[in-house]
């Protein structure tokens, strides 16, 4: 069955990086394009960004564009996000999850979600 | 951008048919999808690409889309769908994934 293991949140200050990290398994990873989603505390859904399934194409959320960097290892099964001079509306549980196809549609398995703190 | 509007929230008693919409402009002409999340919870896929149930998901679960409203129909509610429900698109681009604001089931 897919597992999607989410790891590397932690507290963090304003300005500061973090990178985020998501091991997979029990699918063929090199072929499913990956998401990250994120949920501020009490808020909704806020979709992150995408990378396709061979990491040829990589769109972005304009709250985070410039910012934030996908990318994928497709030899470790691992989806990483890399967040730069992040900001306290960055606060959320970040989650990763897999496309049902090989670019960009919808969601058939989420990890449960690492938190991210941004305080001083 | 495109916005999808879901209400707030919806009560529904117990056995009795929960109706969560999505609106969107001219939404009928796109893939609709939803995910219920429980408190604590990763979200889970119930309905994609409109209609379609995922393995595992009751068929009291229905998805429908036409014009610019989507709806997710829920028979014979149980106090288990408690929850709060999503919906997805694409937007014009083809690649950003779009959410609702959420609906949140109430169970009486």
């Known amino acids: 069955q897919v597992q999607l293991v989410e790891s590397g949140g932690g507290v963090v200050q304003p300005g500061r990086s973090l990178r985020l990290s998501c091991a997979a398994s029990g699918f063929t990873f090199s072929s499913s394009g990956m998401h990250w989603v994120r949920q501020a505390p009490g808020k909704g859904l806020e979709w992150v960004a995408v990378i396709y399934y061979d990491g040829s194409d990589k769109y972005y959320a304009d709250s985070v564009k410039g910012r934030f960097t996908i990318s994928r290892d497709n030899s470790r099964n691992t989806l990483y996000l890399h967040m730069n001079s992040l900001r306290a509306e960055d606060t959320a549980v970040y989650y990763c999850?897999?496309?049902?196809?090989?670019?960009?549609?919808?969601?058939?398995?989420w990890g449960q979600g690492t938190l991210v703190t941004v305080s001083s | 951008s495109y916005v999808l509007t879901q209400a707030p929230s919806v009560s529904v008693a117990p056995g009795k048919t929960a109706t969560i919409t999505c609106g969107g402009n001219n939404i009928g002409r796109k893939s609709v999808h939803w995910y219920q999340q429980k408190p604590g919870q990763a979200p889970v896929l119930v309905i994609c690409?409109?209609?379609d149930r995922p393995s595992g998901i009751p068929e009291r679960f229905f998805g429908s889309n036409s014009g610019n409203t989507a709806t997710l129909t829920i028979s014979g509610v149980e106090a288990g769908d408690e929850a709060d429900y999503y919906c997805q698109v694409l937007d014009s681009s083809g690649d950003h994934w779009v959410f609702g604001g959420g609906t949140k089931l109430t169970v009486l």
């Open positions: 999850a897999r496309d049902h196809t090989s670019l960009s549609a919808v969601a058939t398995g």
């Open positions: 690409y409109d209609s």
